[in-house]
């Protein structure tokens, strides 16, 4: 019987799981209750199994009935702080909601646990299953790397995959990947500029902030156009602009914060220079104090190009050529599995989950309050997780 075959007996199981995870949906790093699902979703198998520290994250080892190279699958567990507006299932906590499908990528993952498990035997190699919680801006995948989970097996992998589930864009059960850059790194600025408060009919009297705040925000918009190749896009964004209570008087600050994202190591390197530099340079013409603080958050995914390869032939094999989609662009988001790709070749993969009777050009994306995800997808993500690591072993042994 093949994974395709096995993964569909087990739908059952795998939709109850992630029912479960999905009513109750845990933010951040400490997912206790999540973590407690995971051990007993993968009891019983034969895995060594590993908690984290810092996190409530598990390291789960497969050995394979003979020696061989190691693969490492990731499957994040966390989940978003926003109020549930879907349909029948819901979360119970009012505030947290499985808006980015990280419930279905955690029951994907068990599932391909208990499939690879079940062919053992077969295996000439490890498999590292990671679960990972803290995706969603708290370096969850960083942690569990300085950790030690890239080791766990007693060798670094060879090659490591990541599923992502879509709510819309992506037809349900298509797969799409591309070589290179995959998602966009995502950097935070947030600038305080200061001065001297004072009455607005006098502003010479005083050392008025907005202004220059104001000169900053379209300073950094022409940067992007002026300091950076078109072919390798910036994308700045000011989401927050804070000043003064009232129309008559001169604050003493203004502060905004900027999200950055790009789409290589080069761009991304240069942006904190140019940014701070550009602001610190207009607040001093101004007469002005600044501070300005600068956070890099993700690095850039990039796939390896021979492991996207090997996705597509892996998912052309086993789904057929109209299951599989090779993407024009990176997305514009981000995500914290560029740590793993910055260490170990590897390929982040999207599925398309969409409701099948909705348009996903017009469903509700990811992170949104409404947004759903389709059970039906679960056990070919399950299968795929499964085939690239038995597939990547048996190439890798060759």
Do not use: W
């Amino acid at each position: 019987m093949s994974f395709r075959e096995s993964a569909a007996d087990m739908r059952d199981e795998l939709v109850r799981l992630r029912h479960a995870l999905h009513r109750e949906p845990e933010l951040g790093l400490d997912l206790p209750r999540t973590q407690e699902k995971v051990l007993g979703a993968i009891s019983g198998l034969p895995l060594d199994v590993r908690l984290g520290e810092k996190l409530s994250s598990v390291t789960a080892v497969l050995r394979g009935a003979r020696p061989g190279p190691t693969v490492l699958l990731r499957g994040d567990m966390d989940a978003l702080p926003v109020s549930e507006r879907a349909g029948e299932l819901a979360s119970r906590f009012e505030g947290r909601m499985h808006a980015c499908g990280h419930d279905l990528h955690t029951t994907m993952l068990a599932g391909a646990a208990h499939l690879l498990s079940g062919r053992r035997d077969r295996l000439a190699g490890n498999v590292v299953f990671m679960f990972q919680p803290g995706e969603e801006g708290h370096d969850g995948a960083k942690i569990m790397i300085d950790e030690g989970t890239l080791d766990a097996a007693g060798e670094r992998p060879v090659a490591a995959y990541a599923l992502h589930v879509t709510s819309a864009m992506l037809p349900q059960g298509t797969f799409l990947t591309k070589g290179g850059p995959m998602m966009s790194a995502i950097d935070e600025l947030v600038v305080t500029v200061r001065g001297a408060g004072g009455h607005g009919s006098a502003p010479h009297r005083a050392k008025d902030p907005v202004p220059a705040a104001c000169e900053m925000v379209l300073a950094l918009q022409t940067m992007v156009t002026r300091s950076f190749d078109v072919f390798d896009p910036v994308v700045v964004t000011v989401g927050s602009f804070h000043a003064g209570t009232v129309s008559n008087v001169i604050p003493e600050e203004a502060r905004f914060a900027v999200t950055i994202r790009s789409f290589s190591p080069a761009a991304h390197e240069r942006l904190q220079e140019r940014t701070v530099t550009l602001v610190r340079g207009i607040a001093a013409a101004h007469g002005l104090d600044v501070e300005a603080d600068y956070r890099a958050i993700y690095p850039v995914t990039v796939n390896d190009g021979a492991e996207a390869d090997f996705v597509a032939e892996t998912v052309r094999e086993v789904y057929g050529e109209q299951r599989f989609l090779r993407a024009a662009n990176p997305f514009t988001g981000s995500e914290d599995f560029s740590y793993v790709c910055d260490q170990v070749p590897s390929a982040f993969v999207a599925l398309g989950a969409c409701p099948s009777d909705r348009d996903p050009e017009k469903a509700a994306y990811n992170h949104a309050p409404d947004a759903e995800f389709d059970d039906a997808v679960l056990p070919d993500g399950a299968a795929l997780y499964a085939e690239l690591a038995a597939r990547r072993l048996e190439t890798a042994a060759v």
